[in-house]
């Protein structure tokens, strides 16, 4: 199969770090990409990792071990605005299939 | 231009009705998509183009089909829907191939079937 997993919810204080968990199927895996999702509005894209280590942008960094099958983005000073829906998507096979994973809402507290 | 233009925003249809959305970018990506969204759900692949070609239909009923026209525009063409299939429907580009890592997104067209 192709599912990801993430927690379907996070809740962390403003100014604060917080760290969103994807778990994936190897099967044809050729990225894992990150996408900002506000209610009522479309995916934006945040980041992307084809090999294994951190790409930093930004307050937003993003990690993937592929030998985990296991990948992870870190939101640091956390603002009010960075309330949203996040999904991993992975993208499985030469011919563009990229599937996203079942998203974590994430609540900012003051 | 580096956006996904969406048309209608909103659409309201009967079961009998046809109707079409639209999808333009000018960002010259070579792959164009279709997925559905139900609220509070992730994107769900309907259709993948690429170099104007289809290459991906993720077993999508027949009342949906797809076209494209050209490098620049994908339609959904829609037929006898059913109150299940509204939803959220979303285009995105990507460059082809190596490139197929970055989806920019249309706002969406919100469909409504009664």
């Known amino acids: 199969g192709q599912s990801l997993e993430q927690p379907s919810e996070v809740t962390a204080v403003e100014g604060a770090i917080v760290q969103i968990n994807c778990t994936y199927q190897t099967s044809g895996f050729y990225g894992l990409s990150w996408y900002q999702q506000h209610d009522g509005g479309a995916p934006t894209f945040l980041s992307y990792?084809?090999?294994?280590g951190l790409e930093e942008t930004g307050r937003f960094s993003s990690f993937l071990s592929r030998s985990d099958s296991y990948g992870y983005l870190l939101l640091q000073e956390l603002q009010m605005k960075d309330s949203a829906s996040y999904f991993c998507a992975v993208r499985y096979s030469s011919a563009s299939k990229i599937i996203f994973g079942s998203g974590t809402r994430l609540s900012i507290r003051p | 231009d580096t956006e996904v233009t969406q048309t209608p925003k909103h659409l309201v249809m009967g079961m009998t009705n046809k109707k079409s959305l639209k999808c333009e970018q000018h960002?010259?990506?070579?792959?164009m998509y279709w997925y559905k969204q139900k609220a509070k759900k992730p994107p769900e692949l309907m259709f993948v183009?690429?170099?104007?070609?289809?290459?991906i239909n993720e077993s999508v009923p027949s009342r949906f089909s797809p076209e494209c026209p050209n490098s620049s525009l994908l339609n959904l063409h829609l037929h006898a829907l059913q109150p299940e299939d509204s939803a959220l429907y979303l285009c995105a580009s990507s460059q082809a191939q190596s490139g197929a890592n970055v989806l920019t997104f249309g706002a969406g067209s919100r469909l409504t079937v009664l």
């Open positions: 960002m010259g990506h070579r792959a």
């Open positions: 990792n084809a090999l294994d």
């Open positions: 183009y690429s170099y104007e070609k289809l290459s």
